[in-house]
């Protein structure tokens, strides 16, 4: 005789409560992320995203790279390209200038007491050299010709120019230019805002801060706080700027910018933004012209700038172009030397 | 008839049966983890010079050295911005907050970390702040310099502020977990969902892990 399994009310609602608790469980293991894998779950608003701008037309981009060439050292702060005959690249870095051949070579080394921050190169290849304060000078094959005065303990100093018996250094810390004369006596200083001489005061929020003298014989200085290039005379004059704050290609993007320019044999600047890291070149009038490297070329580049989220001060990229026109690229985050030349006829696009 | 009322008295009587076991069983449970808490052994001395070996001594979380004690904080130069903090907090509000550098701070005009990347105007219009809640405000103090506040009932610890300053400026906005609202789970669920392993114990006597000034030579 087959026994007959009575299921009541009660067991059946005992066994619909397990079922459900089985399934709740089942659900719940699958659904409940504690890995944090499938993300925060917060809305579109919550995303900061800038793919759209790292992508630039290929039309736009006028330059391509030919060669790269690390330069050995633990860290690197500037570039500089020879004058005239000497078609040197000098990198600064470590506590050393290291000289390389045109095509990257190792040359020589010079010896600094003090780790360099910015450098050029002047007439009969004198090398000045700045450091953090204070400015050295030596001869091409590393002899210390002299060491200028202390510019004070908040002195940074980012940048050289020279022109003739005219010596420009950038400090970043002071938000200053200080002229100086060709063996290191102070002119004046250039840039302290001013409203009675329209000068509208120099906006440094990261060291960075780069000058140069034009072929007009104005100095020309990055204003990266107001996303601009500004014009000086000598004398501490404002004459004009160029530049405006926008992610568009044409303009400077972010909260400071650019970082560094360099100045093209037929005039054209070669601009450097990081960030959203571009290399551009603008005319004289501060139209657009055209891109020599966008975000996508520097892909590396901003992995490793984004791990060194501990120091600011090196990531962003330094520019010098030597006689035959090719832009030299300094990455210090990946410390090493990437050289680009022209490849087609620009187009102009007005700001 | 006869035969279900003694099915029904059979039924009530393995109804008071079970619950008679179960009552039993759980107050055994209950003296059994009250005798577990509340033996605790007299000596501090548990090899704990070792900070880590905090968590698995039974007194840390009533440890009467405050150096022993230890709360969960972000390293703010491995946290990556992910957003997990707002949400996988146990808090309904999550205790993890940005805060300001003011040191680090490079006072631009167009401050990534404020603004939209591509605002329309700088001025605190809704459309042109990055904070979805609107949690930072901006007061201006002297050409250029700007102070910032961050007001941590609005802010949920989303992190796209820290993403906005890191990606242009200093990254002088990061993330901290806040110990007046943390509730320091042995088993932070946050730490467990942090995808850069930035979260990490600290002693309860430096519980923050800031950011600085990069001192150059």
């Known amino acids: 005789m087959q026994k007959r399994i009575h299921i009541t009310g009660k067991n059946f609602a005992i066994i619909i409560i397990v079922v459900l608790a089985i399934i709740a469980g089942i659900t719940a293991f699958f659904r409940i992320d ?8 917060l809305g579109p608003e919550f995303s900061y995203d800038l793919d759209t701008y790292r992508e630039i037309d290929p039309d736009l981009i006028l330059y391509e790279e030919i060669k790269k060439f690390s330069t050995g050292l633990r860290e690197t702060r500037a570039i500089a390209a020879g004058r005239g005959d000497n078609q040197n690249i000098y990198v600064a870095g470590d506590s050393v200038i290291v000289k390389f051949s045109p095509d990257g070579k190792k040359l020589s080394e010079i010896q600094l007491e003090n780790p360099p921050r910015c450098l050029t190169v002047g ?13 050295v000078v030596y001869n091409n094959e590393g002899k210390r010709l002299s060491q200028w005065e202390h510019l004070g303990p908040n002195a940074y100093l980012t940048s050289i120019a020279i022109e003739k018996k005219h010596v420009f250094a950038a400090d970043a ?18 840039g302290a805002k001013d409203p009675s001489r329209n000068i509208p005061g120099f906006v440094i929020p990261s060291p960075y801060f780069d000058i140069a003298i ?42 400071c910018n650019p970082v560094n320019f360099a100045l093209l044999p037929d005039g054209n600047f070669v601009t450097c933004e990081k960030g959203l890291t571009r290399v551009k070149i603008f005319d004289a009038e501060g139209n657009f012209i055209g891109v020599v490297a966008g975000p996508q070329q520097f892909i590396e580049h901003e992995k490793v700038c984004n791990e060194k989220t501990a120091n600011r001060t090196a990531v962003g990229l330094d520019v010098a172009v030597d006689k035959q026109g090719r832009i030299l690229i300094l990455d210090s985050c990946l410390k090493e030397v990437r050289i680009f030349i022209r490849k087609k006829e620009p187009v102009t696009i007005q700001p | 008839m006869k035969n279900l009322s003694l099915h029904t008295q059979q039924n009530r009587r393995e109804f008071l049966r079970g619950i008679g076991l179960a009552t039993g069983l759980g107050g055994v449970a209950v003296v059994i983890g009250l005798a577990a808490v509340r033996k605790r052994p007299t000596s501090v001395n548990f090899g704990c010079s070792d900070q880590g070996l905090c968590s698995k001594c039974g007194l840390y979380k009533n440890c009467p050295l405050p150096l022993r004690q230890t709360v969960w904080q972000i390293d703010p130069y491995k946290c990556i911005a992910c957003g997990n903090c707002a949400t996988y907090c146990v808090l309904e509000e999550s ?11 490079g006072y631009c005009e167009l401050c990534t970390g404020y603004f939209e990347a591509e605002p329309a105007a700088l001025n605190s219009g809704a459309e042109n702040l990055l904070c979805p809640t609107g949690a930072i405000i901006r007061n201006k103090i002297e050409d250029p310099y700007h102070e910032y506040i961050i007001d941590e009932p609005l802010c949920i610890g989303c992190g796209k502020c820290v993403k906005g300053c890191s ?39 430096q519980p923050y892990l800031l950011k600085e000034i990069q001192q150059d030579e």
């Open chain 1, 34 to 41: 504690t890995t944090g894998r499938k993300g925060s779950g």
């Open chain 1, 123 to 135: 007439e009969n290849d004198t090398i000045y050299v700045g450091t953090k304060n204070y400015m």
């Open chain 1, 173 to 190: 810390g002071n938000r200053i230019i200080h002229h100086l004369d060709i063996t290191g006596n102070l002119i004046n200083r250039i």
């Open chain 1, 214 to 255: 034009t072929a007009d014989g104005l100095l020309r200085a990055t204003n990266p706080g107001k996303h601009r290039i500004e014009a000086y005379t000598f004398g501490g004059d404002f004459e004009f700027s160029w530049g405006r704050p926008s992610l568009a290609i044409e303009a400077f993007c972010g909260c």
């Open chain 2, 95 to 105: 205790a993890v907050k940005c805060v300001h550098a003011f040191a680090m701070c």
């Open chain 2, 167 to 205: 990606a242009f400026g200093n990254g002088s906005l990061f993330l901290q977990v806040r110990h007046d609202r943390c509730l320091n789970c042995n088993e932070c669920s946050i730490a467990k969902s942090c995808p850069s392993g930035a979260f990490r114990r600290v002693p309860a006597n």
